[in-house]
């Protein structure tokens, strides 16, 4: 599976014209840092870390969840050269501060937020089983909030994804200090054809309002800015 992963990135690398950021989840330092190393060999041109863990112990502290984090970062910066970003989730007790821990160990982007697996039971069969389904626009509420208030405060590109259909969800997250937007379910959904869709709409909604570049719209509704007006 793993050689796989690698193979698709090597043909991507090669046969798109765009940068490739290749998504890593691991479970031990090493896997962690051996696999961020081949990424890196087969082409990609940045890492995402994405941190899915669930801390199922009762015993292990938030502090110890947190510093896992920070040291899985700081383990796979140490080895790789290109840009590495962390992918995490908002069940921190403080998540400003987390993401200020991970931009200080290094982080050159945080993407906002992970969508972690929550099983179902099915009752026919008294079984756990998966039940993952699309994003819908109401999920964005968290990540849009959090992009408001981390803007502008971190020195670090934020990427903001979970619930975006629609041009009208990039350009909220635009708004609120987002450097990039991301979306998987309408892509899933409609297939690659819709990022055109978002991006005409895009340029539409910004040529009705007046505004002439993204940098002209990125940030206006975020905390630190509307602090400094």
């Not at 502090?63 to 050269?81: F, H, M, N, P």
């Not at 994003?135 to 964005?140: A, F, L, P, Q, V």
Request: charged fraction near 20%; hydrophobic fraction near 45%.
């Amino acid at each position: 599976v793993l050689e796989a992963h690698l193979e698709t990135l090597r043909r991507a690398s090669g046969d798109v014209g765009v940068p490739i950021i290749a998504s890593l989840n691991g479970s031990s330092r090493e896997g962690w840092v051996d696999f961020a190393v081949q990424l890196e060999q087969a082409g990609a041109s940045a890492i995402e870390l994405n941190v899915y863990r669930v801390p199922a112990d009762p015993l292990e502290t938030g502090q110890a969840v947190e510093q896992s984090y920070v040291d899985v970062l700081r383990a796979v910066k140490a080895r790789v050269k290109i840009p590495v970003a962390v992918k995490l989730g908002p069940y921190f007790s403080s998540p400003g501060n987390m993401a200020k821990q991970l931009v200080d160990a290094g982080a050159d982007g945080l993407v906002l937020f992970s969508r972690f697996f929550e099983p179902d039971v099915d009752l026919a069969t008294l079984t756990a089983r998966s039940d993952l389904e699309p994003s819908t626009r109401y999920e964005m509420r968290l990540p849009l909030m959090w992009t408001a208030l981390l803007s502008g405060k971190l020195n670090v590109s934020l990427a903001a994804g979970t619930g975006v259909w629609t041009h009208e969800e990039v350009v909220k997250y635009l708004l609120v200090g987002a450097d990039v937007v991301t979306t998987a379910s309408s892509l899933l959904e409609h297939g690659p054809g819709h990022l055109e869709t978002l991006s005409n709409g895009l340029q539409e909604w910004m040529a009705s309002r007046g505004f002439g570049s993204i940098d002209a719209l990125r940030g206006r509704l975020a905390v630190s800015r509307r602090h400094a007006d």
